[in-house]
């Protein structure tokens, strides 16, 4: 495929933004305010009610803290753990998330902990529980900078994750390849050596289509997978009818477009395959995952420094709050709730 043409340059610091800067609209004018700025009355004290539906009341912080534990205590006593619930944040430090699920399970007794790590990222945590033991990314984002092959699949990283963007053009300029595979030509995609623009919800027969042709042009790391991995054959026999040229009419991506990014990633010393919410948002997201992450199986992209698998996270400490065990399945470090029922952090 012809690669995109290269962006423009970005302006120094001191220049205005296109369009206008420095106070300036696009029309010349100056910016005007329809309205005054909104005030807002901070809350500086706690409040209190007396009796259910009554009026709020300032309190002392014993009070309200004496107040909303007797509560806990009675919604536990009367209906029992599982009537409390604790929602934690993904934007909360490590140590917030660890005490919000300490507190849900130790104190309440309950697994009724949640947060937006299962909303976003959940295939991802379904499909490299499954395949690695552990619901994370295999690679620091440090690594980028360090590896020669970056494949961006279902993620416009340059407009929603900037920071980590910001590694992956380090990365470029220390000279690895970048393609990018999204329905969309993003502002990402204008980065990359080549676009793939899959029809939506096409990736698994995209992904199945460059794993057969890996294991068609030889370029399967066969060590890798013979100490590391199971299910050779049924997954040999599974990719199998995905020819290429059967993978464009499906999917929309040209064959040759499809054996380029197969023989980049396979050939590469280090790659780093990294996605977004383009994978794990679909009914079969789950599904969406494994498949990418078969592909770093197949190659022995992984567990090495700079090659790795990485799925990139909706609020800036998602991975940190599942670490911490603020979801109702895993406990801290990702250890199944499930399997040690009764058994809290």
């Known amino acids: ?11 120094p610091p001191s220049a205005p933004p296109p369009g206008g800067g420095n106070g300036r609209t696009r029309n010349g004018g100056s910016r005007k305010r329809d309205r005054a700025p909104k005030t807002y009355t901070r809350l500086t004290q706690p409040l209190v009610r007396d009796v259910k539906g009554g009026p709020l009341r300032p309190a002392t912080w014993d009070e309200a ?19 409390f619930a604790m929602l934690s944040c993904a934007r909360a430090t490590n140590e917030m998330n660890y005490v919000a699920q300490k507190f849900t399970r ?19 945590v379904a499909g490299l529980s499954a395949v690695f033991g552990s619901g994370g990314g295999t690679s620091s984002y440090e690594e980028v900078e360090h590896t020669d092959l970056i494949v961006m699949w279902g993620s416009n990283a340059r407009f929603a994750h900037p920071t980590f963007f910001q590694h992956v053009l380090r990365g470029i300029r220390n000279g690895a390849r970048m393609y990018a595979v999204d329905p969309r030509r993003t502002s990402t995609a204008e980065w990359a050596e080549s676009w793939l623009g899959p029809n939506v ?12 042709e890996i294991i068609h042009a030889g370029l399967h790391n066969e060590a890798f997978i013979e100490r590391a991995t199971s299910g050779f054959e049924e997954y040999r026999a ?53 498949a990418l992450i078969n592909l770093s199986l197949l190659t022995g992209h992984v567990g090495r420094y700079g090659a790795g698998v990485q799925p990139l996270r909706g609020q800036n400490n998602v991975q940190g709050g599942g670490d911490m065990g603020a979801i109702p399945n895993r406990l801290p470090g990702f250890e199944s709730a499930v399997d040690r029922l009764g058994a809290y952090a």
């Open 1 to 11: 495929m012809t690669p995109p043409p290269a962006p423009p340059p970005a302006p």
């Open 65 to 83: 803290l004496a107040k909303a534990a007797e509560g806990f205590r009675q919604a536990r006593v009367q209906h029992g753990p599982d009537a």
């Open 238 to 290: 599974l990719v199998e009818p995905w020819t290429p040229s059967l993978a464009e009419k499906v999917t929309g991506v040209p064959a040759a477009a499809i054996r380029d990014l197969a023989h980049a990633y396979a050939t590469a010393e280090r790659a780093q395959l990294c996605w977004t919410l383009g994978i794990t948002e679909h009914h079969n997201g789950t599904d969406n995952v494994r």
């Open 106 to 124: 130790v104190v309440m007794g309950t697994n009724n902990v949640d947060s937006c790590n299962r909303t976003c990222h959940a295939p991802s």
């Open 201 to 212: 919800g096409t990736d698994i027969p995209l992904a199945h289509a460059v794993a057969r």
